[in-house]
Structures are given as C-alpha cells and as structure tokens.
C-alpha cells in the first residue's frame, strides 16, 4: 500500500479576559525554541501527539506551559489555518478560552522569557506571522484561512 502524506498539526490557545471593559490576550514571548524567538505568540501552542484530539492536545498544552486546567468542554473553536511555512505544511487549531483554573505562569521559562496580557486592538507588531490572521478571523468569524501558498 503507498504511504500516504504526513504533515503535522499543532494548536494554539487564545486565552482572553476582560479588563476595564477591553477583551485581552494572554501573550508568551518565546526563546530558545529555533523558531520565531524575540516574537510573541499566543499563551500556549504545541504539537497534536498521535492519537490525540486537538481539543485534548490543547488543554494539554495549557497545563505544560502555563500551569493552568482547562476544561475541554470550555474550548471554543476559533479557526484552523492550513500554513505552508517553507514547504513544511501545518494544520494549525486556534481554541479560545476564558475559563480556567489555576493563574497561568511560565511552566517552561527555558522556553518562555515572558507573559503579557494584551488588548486585542493594541498587538504589538513582533507576532507570530500567521497568529495575527488568527486574532482576525476570531474578530471576524472566519473559520479557515490559508497562509503561505
């Protein structure tokens, strides 16, 4: 039988809050990961492992890198985007959360220089290329995008 193709998926967690009336984002800035290092991007992404659900993997993801328990019943599906990043293809699963238990603290500081909660209108301009197209499809109920092709 032909192998067929295998192109990895991650997700990526939009965890939000409401602060002086203004919906927030939690922020890492991420380091010594080979990858978009000095950038910010959202408060936990990773990898989906075999025979893992996206949903799973995200509440996953929240309890290694930022100490928090989500419930995956309190995950909403935001978008996926279909990245081409140099020829290696993503499937990219964008959750929100403003549930949780736990206060979210840098679990992996060999990874993570900092946390920042940041107003949704106010991004700073050194995010995670694709995270933008995310925050905006959240903003605007779009499901799926592609970037990159």
Known sequence: MKERFKNPSAVMLLL???QNSNEEILFQKR???GYCDGFYDLSAS???D??????????REAKEELGITINEND???????????????????YFKANKWIGEPHINEPEKNEELKWIPINE???????DRYI??????NGIKYSEFGW
């Open 134 to 139: 995310a925050i905006d499809n959240y903003k």
């Open 50 to 59: 075999e025979n893992e659900s996206m949903k799973h993997a995200m509440c």
């Open 16 to 18: 939000t809050r409401i």
């Open 31 to 33: 380091k010594n990961t």
């Open 123 to 129: 991004l700073p301009t050194n995010i995670v290329n």
């Open 46 to 48: 990773g990898h989906v």
């Open 75 to 93: 995950l909403e599906f935001v978008c996926l985007i279909h990245k081409n990043s140099e020829g290696c293809i993503y499937y990219n699963g």
